[in-house]
């Protein structure tokens, strides 16, 4: 088998396309046969060895696949079933899915949900899962589109992009926020955006509050701007966090939070319980299912091809999701 592994050189770690056995493959009990992966920024900094994604290696690549069960020692599974994974350590400590095959525990698979294809499933990915699964803390938190406007930062990314398709076609006002706002308005707007901001626009200059304008935001910053959004949130809005690219520390103070009741929730979709995945998947195939799947997931490459646009992701010159043919 085929698979793209991240391994240890004199100079830092690589990722090349290796041969290797099934018998080779970290543990699992459900054997799947890969049809296709994506990536992510994570799988960029593993691929191109700019962060250390993978704690342990050698280790195959990718923290996401869909494919079909090759053999099962678990009742819930059987030869042929269609089945997804994201995240549960992929490309972190388990070998992942830019390999022809993957070996996996079975807590960590669900089944295909019906309403998406395999490919459909790798275009959403863990971006879309992880959006999907912001949405739905925050609407299980009372957050409702009568309620106001909510942000999303970070809003050309995977999981900005879901984001704003899924909360527009819920009937939310979404203000996308974008360094890019100019030169990828438009293509926000069609997404489901009503407006297009920069950060600058939410920058309250470190005061503990400021006029609550948005009802809710999904961030995938963090950093600064967390700070600026949450001081700006109604009383009772919720606000997802998701991202650290302005940096981990956050300036802020309780005021937001015990004078207008503000929720920050955390989004970690990596460990997330198969029962909540069950049913995030099943949104994502159903009534929160993108209806711009395919504007945002413009690309379908083989294995060859994932360290070139790895490379374009790390210099910010990728807007969209890439799926990996990992039979092409």
């Keep these: 088998m085929k698979a793209l592994r991240i391994v240890d050189t004199d100079n830092g770690t690589s990722a090349d396309i290796t041969d290797m056995e099934l018998n080779e493959l970290s543990e699992g009990n459900v054997v799947i046969k890969s049809r296709y992966s994506s990536l992510n920024f994570k799988d960029a900094l593993a691929i191109t060895g ?10 195959n690549a990718g923290i996401d696949v869909a494919g079909v069960v090759e053999s099962s020692e678990d009742d819930r599974f059987s030869p042929g079933d269609e089945v997804v994974v994201t995240g549960w350590f992929m490309s972190e400590t388990r ?19 019906e ?15 992880t959006a999907g699964m912001a949405v739905k803390r925050m609407t299980d938190n009372f957050q409702k589109p009568e309620d106001g406007p909510v942000l ?40 489901g955006a009503s407006d ?43 606000v997802a966090a998701i991202g650290l690219a302005g940096g981990p520390k956050l300036a802020t103070t309780v005021m937001p939070f015990i004078l207008r009741g503000v ?25 929160q299912k993108p209806a711009h799947l395919d504007a945002i997931a413009t690309e379908t490459v083989g294995l060859a091809d994932v360290h070139g646009v ?16 990992i039979q092409a």
């Design 50 to 59: 700019k962060g250390k994604v993978a704690r342990k290696r050698p280790l």
């Design 95 to 113: 070998d992942g899915g830019l390999a022809e095959y993957v070996r996996i525990p079975a807590e960590c698979v669900v089944k295909k949900p």
């Design 115 to 129: 309403g998406l294809t395999l490919w459909q499933t790798m275009a959403l990915g863990t971006a879309g899962f």
């Design 152 to 191: 999303v930062t970070g809003a050309t990314g995977g999981v900005g992009m879901f984001a704003v398709d899924i909360l527009a076609r819920a009937g939310y006002e979404v203000v996308a926020v974008s360094r890019k706002a100019d030169a990828e308005g438009d293509f926000l707007k069609k997404l």
């Design 196 to 238: 297009v901001i920069t950060p600058d626009a939410l920058d309250i200059e470190g005061k503990p509050l400021g006029k609550p304008v948005y009802a809710g935001a999904i961030d995938a910053v963090g950093g600064d701007l967390l700070a600026n959004i949450v001081a700006q949130v109604q009383p009772y809005g919720n």
């Design 263 to 287: 929720s920050l929730l955390g989004i970690h979709s990596v460990e997330c319980p198969n029962a909540w995945r069950e049913e995030i998947w099943a949104s994502l195939s159903g009534d």
């Design 310 to 325: 790895c490379e374009k992701i790390m210099a910010g010159e990728n807007t969209g999701r890439t799926v990996v043919d």
